[in-house]
């Protein structure tokens, strides 16, 4: 930060508040338009003296000690704030600083990448939170608000030419970010937790309010979009199947749930808030339910992979493939939805497969009563053991793909008959001949030399 000088603050202030005014002249600009193509002279003459309130208002001095000034001091700051508890509340909010880190597999809000900081209050003063994140120095990324909290040289006549007044605004700016609180102020639409400092002593407890670490879930949430949205995780999740595509991992993060804070206003809770839209994402807090082993290599007398215990384990994909296919609606939403769900259980099939084919020993289904077409998909390493040349050139032919397609087909279908006996004459082969094509491809791409499918 040391390179950063007053000029580079300026011209930052200056280019936000240039931004904001572009916002506010925009739809009134198109009004006057309007106006003056009707004619309306009174009309003319409102829009013009509005267009001309907001080029004074957001003059440099003017903005920053009328506005920004007012601003700053109605919104509270905090990395966890009330109104995430209750829209209502008008408990403050807190700037947690952490004092030591989290034990391994821990996270928490001391583990935070970015110094984020939330602002809650009336939703018009927003603004001036946005103020506070105006980038000043693209690199190192430095913002004005990291310059405000280290009370940086280069603030000093950063907001006024006189030095006094400067130093005014920078002081109440520092103390809006700071938020000390000597007396914390909850609110009845809080919640409390009375914890127990001594259980041998009923009435030696402490109340502790639980405040919304939103600056915790800002994180998540930019995390988690970025992991599942991004170009790279879109352009492998579009190769899965693809034969002529170079395959490469890809990201899916099952059983997330969104609460919505602040319903149809969102900044009315706070800034991070609104720029989630009011979606905040819950990951599942249970422990994950047994799975039964699917390692067909330790069953010699099993017959088929395609068993009981492979739909056990896949019942959760398959009660989503039988709400998607009884969707009478055909259209292009329905059609995305169906592919999906096939997708998916294509995915908890082929992974399932890979832990035998990359854990069993090469070999381990001689002696098993598999059908040929499973041990050949199901031991590719035992073509690479003497005396197994006629196992290898099988392999090769892949001869045996058409009918593993076919029997995964099958495999579907009874499920379906099974469990939707009333509309059990609907199912045939044709009605999953799109999921064999894929139930192929996957197969293929996942038996490639030195790819890896499905991680």
């Avoid at 001391?110 to 209050?121: E, F, K, R, V």
């Avoid at 990201?251 to 900044?267: E, F, H, L, W």
């Avoid at 249970?286 to 699917?294: A, E, F, G, K, V």
């Avoid at 290599?297 to 099993?302: D, H, I, L, V």
Wanted: aromatic share 8%; charged share 30%.
């Amino acid at each position: 930060m040391n390179e950063i000088h007053v000029n580079d603050v300026r011209q930052a202030i200056n280019h936000f508040l240039s931004e904001q005014l572009q916002k506010k002249l925009l739809p009134e600009e198109k009004k006057l338009a309007a106006e003056r193509e009707s004619l309306n002279e009174d009309g003319i003459s409102k829009s013009e003296a509005k267009i001309q309130s907001f080029r004074e208002k957001y003059q440099f001095t003017t903005w920053l000690t009328e506005d920004a000034k007012r601003m700053a001091s109605s919104l509270k700051f905090g990395t966890h704030i009330s109104k995430g508890v209750h829209p209502d509340s008008k408990g403050d909010a807190i700037t947690f600083k952490p004092i030591k880190k989290l034990p391994d597999g821990i996270y928490g809000s001391q583990a935070l990448q970015q110094n984020y900081i939330d602002a809650s209050g009336n939703a018009a003063d927003l603004p001036v939170a946005g103020f506070f994140a105006i980038t000043v120095k693209t690199e190192p990324e430095t913002n004005l608000r990291d310059l405000l909290l280290e009370d940086h040289p280069s603030l000093n006549k950063a907001f006024a030419d006189d030095e006094d007044t400067s130093n005014e605004l920078k002081q109440i700016f520092i103390n809006a970010l700071n938020n000390p609180l000597p007396s914390p102020k909850s609110d009845t639409r809080n919640k409390q937790i009375l914890w127990p400092n001594n259980i041998d002593h009923k009435d030696d407890y402490i109340c502790l309010v639980p405040l919304h670490p939103s600056a915790l879930v800002h994180e998540l949430y930019k995390n988690l979009n970025s992991a599942r949205f991004s170009d790279e995780n879109k352009k492998a999740k579009d190769n899965r199947f693809k034969v002529k595509e170079a395959n490469s991992p890809y990201i899916s993060i099952r059983d997330i749930a969104v609460i919505k804070i602040g319903g149809s206003n969102p900044q009315g809770v706070s800034l991070l808030n609104s720029r989630q839209g009011g979606r905040n994402y819950l990951l599942p807090s249970i422990p994950p339910p047994p799975l039964t082993r699917s390692d067909i290599s330790k069953s010699k007398n099993k017959r088929s992979f395609f068993n009981s215990t492979l739909q056990y384990n896949c019942k959760d994909a398959l009660k989503i493939i039988f709400r998607v296919v009884l969707i009478d609606i055909n259209n292009v939403t329905t059609r995305e939805s169906r592919k999906k769900a096939f997708n998916d259980l294509l995915q908890l099939i082929i992974t399932t497969a890979s832990e035998t084919q990359q854990n069993a020993q090469p070999g381990w289904s001689r002696g098993h009563k598999l059908h040929r077409h499973e041990k050949l998909w199901l031991d590719p390493r035992r073509a690479e053991l003497p005396d197994e040349e006629e196992f290898q050139t099988e392999r090769e032919q892949e001869d045996w793909l058409t009918t593993l397609e076919k029997q995964f087909a099958d495999w579907i279908i009874n499920i379906f008959k099974k469990e939707l006996k009333s509309r059990k004459k609907e199912f045939d082969i044709s009605e999953f001949n799109e999921s064999k094509k894929e139930m192929r491809t996957a197969v293929k791409a996942s038996l490639r030399k030195g790819e890896e499918v499905f991680q």
